[in-house]
């Protein structure tokens, strides 16, 4: 990816998130399956893989990706209980799984064995000097962290708000008091995270070997029961108890037509701006020690942000309040000249926002299912710039084939076949694919845009029992699985060919 300028290498990427991949261990891991996939990437010439994002989940919201206690912290689901064996962590039987569902992800039953083995490795871990090396890499996350989840277990998982007040308040004696008294519970969450850490690392260096980058998802707002918040609770516009004063979200549109309520608090800009934009920009250093492009998910929301009274039931009612946006971009551009980043800038997208992306020359997206509302829409595939990523769909949206069954309407379906009646230069022949969704990948390769990302789904013409997530639900989301034997070589050099015909297969 050239970074920071207004044209992209052609190329192209899968979106999977890393708890669909396949396994026995009720959710995608680190381990073999994932190192599988990127073998598969590369044989079928994929440059990319682009995964939502890995921090820790929350049953009570559903398991989302984007609610979690920490922006940093690697969720402990995607430990690779083979990857622990061969670390001599934990013995073969100790790591053999129970019987656990394999066609959609279980996240609680999953989440609750895999706590027991990282107990077990936790506790018989002893510090070595990789071990000093992660905890002095991460230390400006990792320590509140620690404390924070090591307190969430001792409070039974009650919301910060809610502690005592000197340690809600983070006084220094109370926090200093508190780490002596959770000593182990602390060193338990370092060990976690340092063995995830590890996993991870060890996965991205194999990606490397093959010449396949991982493109990672940097939600916008941190959840308000989360590490980040009670850390920096300055940043936030909260009230003197630390409760959000106001909750994020976007007002209606194609997703939601109350529009979205997220219910994370709002940024304090003044805040950040006094204080150099520190705290933000050390969130986006962590996420590229992680990835090697990262998505900027609400980019818009570094210009203006949907701001919401607490206690609102809908998003309708909010109002956009500015944010700093020039000042941040420039504040980024100084801190990563390279720019490794892509601005998701759908929905309300003013020309300020606009101005905004372009000033620092980051690509933003487009999605081919967005693309036959209207004659002139920007996100249709042969409309969409060089200096943009286009995705089939997205985690948010249908897949393609459950838009054209269940969304599609008959005008939209009119300006479909107007333009896949077009002959394109990658034909694809895969036959699990019905017509109208491989046509409009093969749009997809043969459009302008520099990057193209498809999601496994429409790789496999899957319809709407695949979707990933229904924004404005709260049940049902977050579970799907890839098939154990979806992604065949058959299918790896039929996509390599039509890649190569589109001028996007990777050259490593």
């Not at 990282?118 to 620690?146: C, K, V």
């Not at 924070?148 to 340690?167: I, Q, S, Y």
């Not at 579970?479 to 034997?485: E, K, N, S």
């Amino acid at each position: 990816m050239r970074r920071g300028r207004h044209s992209l290498p052609r190329a192209a990427g899968v979106l999977l998130h890393v708890s669909s991949l396949p396994g026995p261990h009720g959710i995608g891991d680190f381990g073999p399956a994932a190192r599988g996939f990127a073998d598969w990437l590369a044989r079928a010439g994929f440059r990319w893989w682009q995964v939502l994002p890995l921090n820790p989940t929350d049953p009570f919201y559903g398991s989302s990706p984007y609610r979690s206690i920490s922006s940093n912290a690697l969720s402990p689901l995607f430990t690779s209980p083979k990857a622990l064996v061969a670390d001599r962590r934990l013995g073969p039987e100790e790591a053999r799984p129970p019987r656990l569902p394999a066609g959609r992800v279980d996240h609680q039953a999953a989440g609750r064995w895999k706590a027991r083995l990282l107990d077990r490795a936790a506790a018989r871990a002893g510090p070595d000097d990789d071990f000093a090396r992660f905890l002095d890499r991460e230390r400006g996350w990792l320590s509140d962290f620690a404390l924070f989840a090591a307190l969430k277990r001792r409070f039974k998982g009650v919301a910060w708000t809610d502690w005592p007040e000197k340690l809600r308040d983070r006084d220094p004696a109370a926090l200093e008091r508190a780490r002596k008294e959770l000593a182990a519970a602390v060193r338990r969450e370092e060990f976690v995270q340092y063995f995830l850490d590890r996993q991870w690392r060890e996965l991205r260096a194999h990606c490397r070997r093959l010449g396949v980058g991982i493109i990672g998802d940097l939600p916008m707002y941190p959840d308000h029961d989360s590490a980040d918040v009670w850390a920096a609770r300055r940043y936030f516009k909260l009230d003197r108890q630390g409760r959000p004063r106001f909750a994020a979200g976007v007002p209606p549109d194609y997703f939601s037509k109350t529009g979205q309520l997220w219910g994370n608090p709002v940024y304090d800009w003044r805040a950040l701006v006094l204080d150099g934009f520190g705290w933000w920009l050390d969130r986006c250093a962590r996420a590229l020690r992680l990835f090697d492009a990262v998505r900027l998910d609400h980019f818009r929301g570094l210009v203006a942000g949907w701001q919401v009274p607490t206690g609102a039931r809908t998003a309708e009612h909010g109002r956009w309040v500015r944010a700093p946006g020039a000042k941040l971009m420039a504040a980024l551009r100084e801190r990563f000249p390279e720019l490794p980043f892509i601005a998701e800038d759908l929905g309300h997208i003013t020309p300020a926002v606009e101005r905004a992306r372009r000033s620092v020359g980051l690509p933003g997206m487009k999605v081919a299912v967005f693309g036959f509302g209207t004659d002139r829409s920007p996100h249709r595939p042969d409309r969409v710039p060089a200096d943009a990523v286009l995705y089939s769909s997205t985690h948010d949206t249908n897949t393609v084939r459950g838009w054209f069954e269940q969304e599609a309407g008959p005008e939209e379906r009119r300006r479909l076949a107007r333009v896949l009646s077009r002959p394109f230069s990658a034909p694809l022949c895969v036959s699990v694919v019905s017509p109208p969704v491989r046509t409009l990948l093969e749009a997809c390769l043969a459009s302008p845009a520099g990057l193209v990302i498809i999601a496994a789904q429409d790789l496999l013409g899957l319809g709407a029992r695949a979707r990933m997530n229904t924004p404005g639900t709260t049940s049902g989301n977050w579970r799907w699985r890839l098939p154990a034997d979806g992604l065949t070589d058959v299918l790896a050099a039929d996509l390599r060919r039509s890649l190569a015909d589109a001028d996007r297969v990777s050259r490593r």
